[in-house]
């Protein structure tokens, strides 16, 4: 059974930081890209960053680009999101993506709030 287990959300004020980890379980990631994605409140879902199988390429949405930093490590079939500089509109549920296999985790929620 394939589990996407995202954690590291919660509750931060402006300016702080926070980083997700997305460890993946009965698949090896290897090879193929990741996503993270988020869904604020009364939004639509939002891509906020990928990264190829080996890691050399990422992208990022306009509105995270320079403060958020997507990595991962294939040995611990894991991938990281790192938040810098969070604002109240980065509030939502994160959630990391195999998208060669529409498999999905269940989320962290991140609260931006002071």
């Known amino acids: 059974q394939v589990r996407l287990v995202e954690s590291g959300g919660g509750l931060v004020q402006p300016g702080g930081s926070l980083r997700l980890s997305c460890v993946v379980s009965?698949?090896?990631?290897?090879?193929?890209?990741m996503n993270w994605y988020r869904q604020g409140p009364g939004k639509e879902r939002e891509l906020v960053a990928s990264?190829?199988?080996?890691?050399?390429?990422?992208n990022y949405a306009d509105s995270v680009k320079g403060r958020f930093t997507i990595s991962r490590d294939n040995a611990k079939n894991a991938m990281w999101l790192q938040m810098n500089s969070l604002k109240p509109e980065d509030t939502a549920v994160y959630h990391c993506?195999?998208?060669?296999?529409?498999?999905w985790g269940q989320g962290t929620q991140v609260t931006v709030s002071s």
């Open positions: 993506n195999l998208p060669n296999f529409n498999y």
């Open positions: 009965g698949f090896t990631v290897r090879n193929y890209a």
């Open positions: 990264i190829s199988g080996g890691g050399g390429i990422t």
